[in-house]
């Protein structure tokens, strides 16, 4: 007997950023094996401001020497809204070697510290969840980016271990409740 996927109800505003190649390249996801969380490392910006930021890098870039190569499937805000940025059928550039069968959610934070907000948590773990039934995974399948490549990055899950652990507990406890 096969087990029908009941997906949870959530609000994404989908406002995919234009193909570049320094932010939306069009290349194929072929697997998805897994979840990055991020933070955006920027303060107090809110979704469609770190969507934009993606959006513009052509432009962003021209000067620059070394270009900047950055995007994310999804942001979460400051006030729990989620922007869709990529194609869950494409790759985005945030997890280094875990682009090719990750999908990536950046999320906004309100200050250095990079802890959530509330709101931001409480629709990361939403979002987390949805994306686990959709894709056949668990909660060990959530990864920081700092598991991929040692960065500090989502800083307040990768300075407070407990929090980032009680994290994916609510993500398992979410996707049973579905």
Not at 137 to 144: D, G, H, M, T
């Amino acid at each position: 007997m096969s087990r029908q996927k009941v997906l949870p109800k959530i609000t994404i505003d989908t406002k995919l950023i234009e193909k570049n190649k320094y932010s939306r390249p069009g290349i194929a996801l072929e697997n998805v094996n897994g979840i990055v969380v991020h933070y955006t490392a920027n303060p107090g910006t809110d979704a469609e401001d770190n969507r934009n930021y993606f959006n513009n890098l052509p432009r962003l870039n021209e000067n620059r020497q070394s270009p900047v190569y950055a995007s994310s499937h999804f942001v979460v805000g400051l006030k729990g809204q989620i922007v869709q940025c990529i194609p869950l059928n494409e790759i985005s550039y945030a997890s280094n070697d875990r682009n090719t069968d990750t999908i990536a959610i950046e999320c906004c934070h309100p200050d250095k510290t990079g802890k959530f907000n509330a709101l931001t948590y409480k629709a990361l773990v939403e979002l987390v969840s949805y994306l686990c039934i959709r894709y056949d995974l668990n909660e060990e399948n959530v990864i920081r980016h700092y598991d991929v490549t040692g960065k500090q990055c989502p800083l307040y899950f990768v300075q407070h271990e407990d929090a980032w652990e009680t994290f994916k507990k609510d993500v398992k406890k979410k996707m049973h409740t579905q």
